[in-house]
């Protein structure tokens, strides 16, 4: 547990008296420059678990006031905007997942899209080189923005008035928060980037931030209340249009106001599977997360595993191998179903999913250049956060946010504030060219005007006997599905407690490129076994993602985890 000491008495007097702001007390009992970081409760009304202290705690908050889980996500949703620049958003997108106390379904996808003036080659030079740096940074790696049009969306689920979801986060932005040491690190790293990238210098230009500064970020108080007082017009059209739309003038941009008075929010079908008798309830496409989640767990399902045992030789490296499958069919197969004929039923048919498995051998690596996409025979139609939240009545939220790279293409919007994303990159900008998480594609997610670009993102609730059970997701890229694949598999079949089925090391395959990604922490003798076994290993990294769960206990209580990588953290009452 971590506290951060407070400002000094006369900059919070300053902060508290601002005679602009329209106050509806919805957060009143959380302190934004002295507060505690928890992670894991145990709770009886209701749990919250985010990347950041503060978010979690205005969802508790707006819970204790009566609002179900719905209106606690949408509230930690729009603190994250504010106290976790790098990852929380209005100028990303996303995903939901959510099951209701009537046990209604939903997801909804507000993932960014394409662009009106995008076109299949724009980041290709004459003689064919792909420009990953123009996909990657700047103001030509945006795609429209959808996170607040996902947000109304799904408000309709809620029960408290909007005003008061939102007033929060105006509250964070305007009066300011004390940051972290971590947060202060990740905004000294980032100085470079935002002076060369930024057409107006913001708020977080700074020559050296420390722990316990506070961040003041007025324009997007500015911009939130405009959201407050007109809805998604007060993003999509009037001011803050102009100034999205100016910003991209200046730095050669092509988002238009055509481009955002145009997008809309979809409500989709979830993608759902069976495994073991549980109910697993996943994001259909444009997210790649469900589906290879499914064929992940089927693919091991029939295999016992649990016999194998946790980091075993043998579990890593059928759980391995079915990881590399899968991330083959994604190459080829998976990009935006309204643009592109994704064969969905076929990729998550028991046959085919026990056909990808027959050269799968317990004795040795199989290599990528062997395995290649399955044969589909009947077609048919970097940084990230995580928030799980769930409510005594039984309704459940999982919801993963995104600007891509850590703070997306670090260019901030002049005069409102926020971060742009540079999911354009997650398109295949050429087939064969690596995205920056090594992914590759091809005309499944090609470019195209009005497409939303393939995601990892893999928000999930499962239940047991049709009742929620865990709720659960997390950032980090394309080993998103990979660690929801493990956490699972290390709560369902190894039995291991919540906090080790998160902390325990993790790893990671994704067909391309042909090596196993390992934390640090991952057993060596495992490794070593694997290495003689013909695997070859990345980089070791200090931690892959920042995983971020719920679990309903047998007495009904709400066990909330954390991830221990970050300042992520759990809340309860």
């Not at 992670?39 to 707006?62: F, M, R, T, W």
């Not at 250049?369 to 939220?397: F, M, W, Y």
């Not at 999930?460 to 997390?474: E, M, N, R, S």
């Not at 003798?525 to 200090?542: I, N, P, Q």
Request: charged share 20%; hydrophobic share 40%.
């Amino acid at each position: 547990m971590r506290s951060f000491t407070p400002v000094i008495a006369v900059l919070l007097l300053i902060c508290a008296c601002n005679p602009t702001q329209k106050n509806t007390g919805s957060a009143s009992a959380v302190n934004p420059y002295q507060y505690n970081l928890n992670k894991k409760i145990v709770a009886d009304n209701g749990a919250v678990v985010s990347a950041h202290p503060l978010a979690s705690k205005v969802g508790v908050e707006i819970m204790k006031q009566g609002g179900n889980a719905v209106d606690a996500a949408i509230a930690t949703q729009l603190a994250l905007a504010v106290v976790y620049p790098n990852a929380g958003n209005l100028g990303g997108g996303g995903f939901l997942v959510g099951r209701f106390s009537s046990g209604e379904l939903i997801s909804v996808d507000f993932r960014e899209k394409a662009p009106g003036a995008a076109h299949r080659d724009m980041y290709i030079e004459a003689d064919g080189t792909p420009r990953t740096d123009k996909s990657q940074d700047g103001h030509l790696s945006s795609g429209v923005p959808g996170t607040v049009a996902g947000i109304f969306a799904y408000l309709k689920y809620g029960k408290l008035p909007f005003e008061k979801l939102i007033q929060p986060a105006i509250d964070l932005a305007q009066k300011g928060f004390t940051i972290s040491e971590r947060e202060a690190r990740s905004l000294n790293g980032l100085q470079i980037e935002l002076k060369k990238l930024n057409t107006v210098m913001p708020v977080f230009v700074k020559d050296k931030w420390v722990r316990g500064d506070t961040l003041f970020q007025i324009d997007l108080a500015n911009t939130l209340t405009r959201i407050r007082d007109k809805g998604t017009a007060g993003f999509y059209e009037g001011e803050t249009a102009r100034l999205i739309v100016e910003e991209m003038k200046r730095g050669g941009g092509i988002i238009t106001y055509d481009d955002l008075k145009n997008y809309q929010a979809k409500v989709r079908t979830p993608h759902s599977f069976t495994y073991k008798g549980y109910k697993v309830i996943g994001m259909p496409m444009p997210s790649s997360g469900g589906l290879l989640l499914n064929q992940m767990m089927k693919m091991v399902e029939n295999r016992n595993i649990a016999s194998m045992g946790f980091h075993s030789l043998q579990s890593v490296q059928l759980m391995t191998e079915v990881e590399r499958r899968a991330f083959a069919d994604r190459a080829e197969y998976m990009g935006d179903a309204d643009f592109y004929n994704v064969p969905v039923s076929m990729l998550s048919n028991d046959n085919y999913l026990q056909e990808r498995m027959k050269d799968y051998d317990p004795a040795r690596a199989t290599p990528s250049s062997v395995i290649k996409p399955g044969i589909a025979v009947r077609p048919e139609s970097k940084e990230t956060t995580h928030l799980s939240v769930i409510d005594k009545e039984g309704n459940a939220i999982s919801i993963t946010t995104t600007l891509n790279n850590s703070y997306g293409s670090r260019t901030v919007v002049g005069g409102a504030g926020f971060f742009l994303n540079d999911e354009m990159d997650d398109f295949s900008i050429k087939p064969g060219v690596p995205n920056m998480y090594g992914a590759v594609g091809g005309e499944a997610n090609a470019i195209q005007p009005g497409k939303r670009m393939l995601s990892s993102m893999t928000p999930t609730i499962v239940l047991k006997d049709d009742k929620p059970f865990i709720v659960v997701g997390t950032p980090g890229g394309t080993t998103i599905p990979t660690q929801i694949f493990q956490t699972l598999i290390n709560i369902i079949d190894f039995n291991m407690s919540t906090e080790d089925a998160v902390y325990k090391p993790k790893f990671h395959h994704q067909w391309l490129p042909d090596e196993i990604l390992i934390e640090k922490g991952f057993p060596a003798a495992v490794k070593d076994a694997l290495t003689k076994m013909g695997y070859k290993f990345a980089r070791e990294r200090e931690g892959i993602g920042r995983t971020e769960i719920i679990k309903v206990l047998p007495n009904g209580k709400f066990e909330a985890v954390a991830d221990n990588r970050g300042d992520d953290a759990a809340e309860g009452w």
